[in-house]
């Protein structure tokens, strides 16, 4: 099975600053979604991008799909220390299991 | 709030030794899902459960064997530990009755075999 490839591995930014982390995929999917992991600790589900989206805003968070070119993006704005955490993205295809990328590791410091 | 819990957050045992790992869901969710983590790896599936004594291979499920007795309860079990299977392990809940597809985790157990 296909593991989606986050890019950058890793990030550091300033508090204010906007963060942008991408992820990348080789076989069509039903949805793509974020989740962020605090160190230690289990994953929370962030957003969910279905294949029939293009974009979709939370709060201060901004996905984006790309199906042509099998690529998402998750912006972060104004970011936050609190917002110091790995993110992960998940791709959904057909069938039950989530498969999970490895992660980009954000730094965001005050 | 969906709850899911893992029964330890810190686990040591020894080489050979049988090792249970439990993980408990509050929201009568149909699927629940064991991972481990390891770094540079990121999350890999070992085995998911539709249901009830329903259970399905992920992709790296040599080593493990896993149970589900009871729809709230999916149990990870390493026969026989090896030092390889050093690792934090996450399990997951999922709610397929609903058209919201997020995966609820656990906090993880961290396991070292010594």
């Known amino acids: 099975s296909q593991q989606g490839e986050e890019d950058p591995q890793a990030l550091s930014i300033q508090e204010g600053e906007n963060a942008t982390m991408n992820c990348s995929y080789k076989?069509?999917?039903?949805?793509l979604q974020w989740y962020r992991q605090n160190s230690g600790r289990g994953l929370v589900h962030l957003i969910l991008?279905?294949?029939?989206?293009r974009e979709k805003h939370s709060g201060r968070l901004r996905v984006t799909l790309d199906t042509s070119k099998k690529s998402s993006s998750l912006l972060i704005t104004a970011s936050r220390a609190a917002d110091t955490a790995s993110y992960f993205c998940?791709?959904?295809?057909?069938?039950?299991?989530?498969?999970f990328g490895k992660g980009t590791t954000l730094s965001v410091s005050s | 709030d969906v709850k899911v819990t893992q029964s330890s957050r810190y686990l040591v045992k020894r080489t050979g030794e049988k090792v249970f790992l439990e993980c408990v869901q509050d929201?009568?969710?149909?699927?629940m899902f064991w991972y481990r983590q390891d770094p540079g790896l990121g999350l890999r599936l070992i085995y998911f459960?539709?249901?009830?004594?329903?259970?399905e291979k992920g992709d790296i499920p040599e080593g493990y064997s896993v149970s589900r007795e009871k729809k709230e309860r999916f149990s990870l079990i390493l026969e026989s530990a090896s030092t390889n299977q050093t690792s934090m392990y996450l399990c997951?809940?999922?709610?397929?009755?609903?058209?919201?597809?997020?995966?609820?985790f656990g906090p993880g157990t961290r396991l070292l075999v010594l």
């Open positions: 076989t069509s999917i039903n949805n």
């Open positions: 997951a809940s999922r709610d397929t009755r609903r058209a919201t597809e997020t995966q609820y």
């Open positions: 929201m009568d969710h149909e699927n």
């Open positions: 998940a791709l959904r295809q057909a069938g039950t299991a989530l498969i």
């Open positions: 459960s539709y249901d009830v004594k329903m259970k």
């Open positions: 991008i279905r294949s029939n989206e």
